[in-house]
T-cell receptor, first 113, second 114 residues
Framework: GDSVTQMEGPVTLSEEAFLTINCTYT??????LFWYVQYPGEGLQLLLKATKADDKGSNKGFEATYRKETTSFHLEKGSVQVSDSAVYFCALTGSGSARQLTFGSGTQLTVLP | GAGVSQSPSNKVTEKGKDVELRCDPI?????LYWYRQSLGQGLEFLIY????????KSGLPSDRFSAERTGGSVSTLTIQRTQQEDSAVYLC????????????FGPGTRLTVT
């Protein structure tokens, strides 16, 4: 079945540092890929998405590129802020009729001032 | 507009009791999903509805779990004879069927089985 593997956290960075959270996936066909974010005390929110190979999703300074050759969708941000502290989940939906999201285990990010 | 709402926000129940969790999706969203978030299992998919129909129930962890949706809107997840391993946050999400990749999540129901 489909699966998503994320780098384990927690990750602690200083403000303005560069962020990378690795994500690789296993899926048949052509999945769509996502990053969701869960801020403290809030629900899951879609951060960005990419629906086909070589697409780059971007939002709020975060970016991720759908790499089919390496089955990866790494999340990056050039300069993190304290307000980016949250749990980040990589996820996919399969290319078949199933519409559910398959999530990675989540990565806790803490940004220190 | 209003987002996905879930009730109750917290539920504490005794082992062996039945519980009902409610989800009110975004108006006009025909697709509705239930997930469970627990420390040991992460985020796992339970069931989805297209309208009132649930094509695939294989994600439900046991036959103690059931779900229904009426009028293409509100959904109820029922857990019978609760066990301690059912303790988790139960999340509901909804989407337009043609944009199932863009799922909007509710705040969740935290279930604690004592």
């Amino acid at each position: 079945g489909d699966s998503v593997t994320q780098m384990e956290g927690p990750v602690t960075l200083s403000e303005e540092a560069f962020l990378t959270i690795n994500c690789t996936y296993t899926a048949t066909g052509y999945p769509s890929l996502f990053w969701y974010v869960q801020y403290p005390g809030e629900g899951l929110q879609l951060l960005l998405k990419a629906t086909k190979a070589d697409d780059k999703g971007s939002n709020k300074g975060f970016e991720a590129t759908y790499r089919k050759e390496t089955t990866s969708f790494h999340l990056e941000k050039g300069s993190v802020q304290v307000s980016d502290s949250a749990v980040y989940f990589c996820a996919l939906t399969g290319s078949g009729s199933a519409r559910q999201l398959t999530f990675g285990s989540g990565t806790q990010l803490t940004v220190l001032p | 507009g209003a987002g996905v709402s879930q009730s109750p926000s917290n539920k504490v129940t005794e082992k062996g009791k039945d519980v009902e969790l409610r989800c009110d999706p975004i108006s006009g969203h025909t697709a509705l999903y239930w997930y469970r978030q627990s420390l040991g299992q992460g985020l796992e998919f339970l069931i989805y509805f297209q309208g009132n129909s649930a094509p695939d129930k294989s994600g439900l962890p046991s036959d103690r779990f059931s779900a229904e949706r009426t009028g293409g809107s509100v959904s109820t997840l029922t857990i019978q004879r609760t066990q301690q391993e059912d303790s988790a946050v139960y999340l509901c999400a909804s989407s337009e069927w043609t944009r199932s990749y863009e799922q909007y999540f509710g705040p969740g129901t935290r279930l604690t089985v004592t």
